[in-house]
């Protein structure tokens, strides 16, 4: 049976716990997504942070926590197409960050968590950042959302308008009432919602990406700058969600999800993790991830293994009974971890990308890093333009051992070295042409450096 056959009988009669995830009989359960915009994994309480997020933490004391979960991508649009179609976003068309001025995006070809929830039923709605694309065809409502209440863009592009579905709802926007204005919104339409036809809620916050800009109530607040000023506002957030459900008897059978898309900008902590936003280091990908669901996810939880947000997808067609997308995807159905009944699944090869370029590839415990840009996506270029050059050697990192990915054990493990990269190989026949094409590019230019002896041929094995 091949992975698709078993994710589509899994889908359709999976146990969870010795009990079906939702009987016949059962209404499925509400789904709410939250999602952080540039959060750090070492930024909330729970994951070790100074800044005071008892609204979170309160939902992983009653929730599980995930150590390792990982984000599709270092910046937001590919992050965000990737979570929300279970597949890589360089197979998706959305290999970097879209600007007002695109004139593609997420394609309606697509079939998205909330097009997947909509054909079993569930009413569909995002609320705050949408980030995949502004012109018709392209939008919330293009992708499976029947309500969508947000921002086309972030919040650092411009023209900057708050939509209500296809229209304008708020110019000028106050960047210091969006947080405020996505939670009443999020909060109305829980209150809004009836027993008897489930929903999902992907509730995208603008917040801690910057420009900053905390609600008055809460600067000065964390003691922490502008910067802890609006996670904690982001906290509040959570808990008047929470109260919400709480309020319309919602509370027990809703999944709640909070993770971010990618690590932290300019301010925000990555610790104890090496790199930032826009890099492929694991600060730059690897995310809090909390889930609760009362009764069906173990409460105050640590799962040591790894997910990611190419996961998501899956999992939610499992516990919803929605059949899974056509398109092959590159996520799996992580119930079990949820549930406690196991730490870990193997994901085989997960790869991190910048752009067209795989730059990283994770397998088990290992970490090989092959490739970098000469240049931060966020600064001038240099005259030879920003180009993606290969490592002298590639590095090996074991991430159990090393999480901060400070010791390069290349050396000792060339067979791990060698099996990767030809897992890598294999991978990439699979995907796109500007996939590969940008691969023999980058084994291209290391043949060329090696050969003028610009790089040292790697040791033999």
């Known amino acids: ?36 915009d540039d959060l750090g994994y070492g930024d909330i309480g729970c994951y070790g942070s100074r800044i005071k997020t008892p609204n979170i933490d309160q939902l992983a004391k009653e929730g599980s926590r995930i150590q390792q979960f990982y984000a599709a991508s270092a910046v937001c649009s590919p992050s965000r197409a990737g979570l929300l179609t279970g597949r890589y976003p360089v197979r998706v068309g959305v290999p970097n960050v879209m600007f007002p001025w695109d004139t593609k995006g997420l394609s309606s070809a697509e079939t998205s968590i909330a097009g997947m929830l909509r054909n079993v039923g569930y009413q569909t709605a995002l609320i705050g950042k949408w980030h995949l694309g502004g012109k018709p065809g392209f939008q919330p409502n293009d992708n499976g959302f029947d ?4 921002l086309l863009y972030s919040h650092d592009m411009y023209p900057l308008r708050v939509l209500h579905n296809r229209d304008v709802a ?7 009432t969006l947080t405020k204005q996505f939670t009443d919104q999020a909060t109305s339409y829980i209150r809004s919602r009836t027993p008897d036809v489930p929903f999902f809620l992907y509730m995208a916050h603008t917040a801690p990406h910057i420009p900053l800009w905390p609600g008055k109530q809460f600067r000065r607040k964390s003691r922490l700058g502008l910067y802890g000023d609006t996670v904690m506002e982001m906290d509040w957030s959570v808990g008047e969600i929470m109260r919400a459900l709480e309020e319309s008897g919602f509370e027990d059978n809703t999944l709640v999800i909070f993770t971010s898309d990618n690590g932290p900008w300019y301010q925000g902590s990555a610790a104890p993790l090496r790199g930032r936003k826009g890099e492929t280091y694991d600060g730059g990908l690897r ?40 398109k092959p995807l590159d996520g799996i159905d992580i119930t079990t971890m949820l549930s406690g009944d196991a730490d870990q699944i193997d994901h085989g090869l997960f790869l991190y990308f910048d752009l067209w370029q795989l730059q990283c590839a994770r397998y088990g415990n290992w970490k090989l890093h092959i490739s970098r840009y000469n240049s931060p996506p966020w600064i001038p270029p240099p005259p030879e333009g920003r180009l993606n050059l290969p490592l002298p050697k590639p590095e090996l990192y074991d991430l159990d051992a090393d999480p ?58």
Do not use: H
């Open 287 to 326: 995310e809090p991830f909390i889930a609760r669901w009362p009764g069906r996810i173990p409460a105050d939880r640590i799962c040591p293994g790894m997910a990611t947000m190419l996961d998501i997808l899956p999992t939610l067609a499992n516990i919803c009974s929605a059949p899974l997308p056509e």
């Open 170 to 176: 708020v110019d000028p926007v106050d960047l210091s």
């Open 1 to 36: 049976m091949n992975r698709r056959s078993f994710l589509q009988t899994a889908a359709a009669g999976m146990v969870w716990g010795g009990a079906r995830v939702a009987r016949a009989q059962d209404r499925p359960p509400n789904i709410v997504l939250i999602l952080a």
């Open 147 to 150: 309500e969508f209440y947000g």
């Open 404 to 461: 901060e990915e400070g010791y390069d054990v290349s050396s000792d493990n060339l067979d791990i070295v060698a099996d990767i990269m030809a897992r890598v190989n294999d991978a990439l026949y699979g995907m796109p042409d500007q996939v590969r094409s940008a691969w023999q590019d980058t084994m291209r230019r290391k043949v060329e450096a090696t050969e003028v002896g610009a790089l040292p041929a790697a040791p033999p094995p």
